[in-house]
Nanobody, 114 residues
Framework: VQLQASGGGLVQAGGSLTLTCAASGSQFRFYYMAWFRQAPGKERDMVASITAGGHTNYQDSVKGRFTISRDDVKNTVYLQMNSLEPEDTAVYYC?????????WGKGTQVTVSS
């Protein structure tokens, strides 16, 4: 499985960005998908996840601001990020899991200026 993340960039505090992760494979609809982020000097943390059935979970710090969604026809998962804060600055990674398969995409940089 290959994952391609895009959509990062530079945005002012309070702004919005949408990250996109396109996945290969014919079984995408069964994948558990997640977005992680890693800030300089910090560990990689899960930001949001979505199951094959559409159940979502969020890190407390992004609840109410970020929304994860998926399009199983396009093999794509999204992360809509609103009300961005400087603390959201990090490299964002998408990840997929299905059985023994675990895949990571290359990161996309999100920088939020104050």
């Amino acid at each position: 499985v290959q994952l391609q993340a895009s959509g990062g960039g530079l945005v002012q505090a309070g702004g919005s960005l949408t990250l996109t992760c396109a996945a290969s494979g014919s079984q995408f609809r069964f994948y558990y998908m997640a977005w992680f982020r890693q800030a300089p000097g910090k560990e990689r943390d899960m930001v949001a996840s979505i199951t094959a059935g559409g159940h979502t979970n969020y890190q407390d710090s992004v609840k109410g601001r970020f929304t994860i969604s998926r399009d199983d026809v396009k093999n794509t998962v999204y992360l809509q990020m609103n009300s961005l804060e400087p603390e959201d600055t990090a490299v964002y990674y998408c990840a997929a899991n299905f059985g023994d398969m675990n895949a990571w995409g290359k990161g996309t940089q999100v920088t939020v200026s104050s």
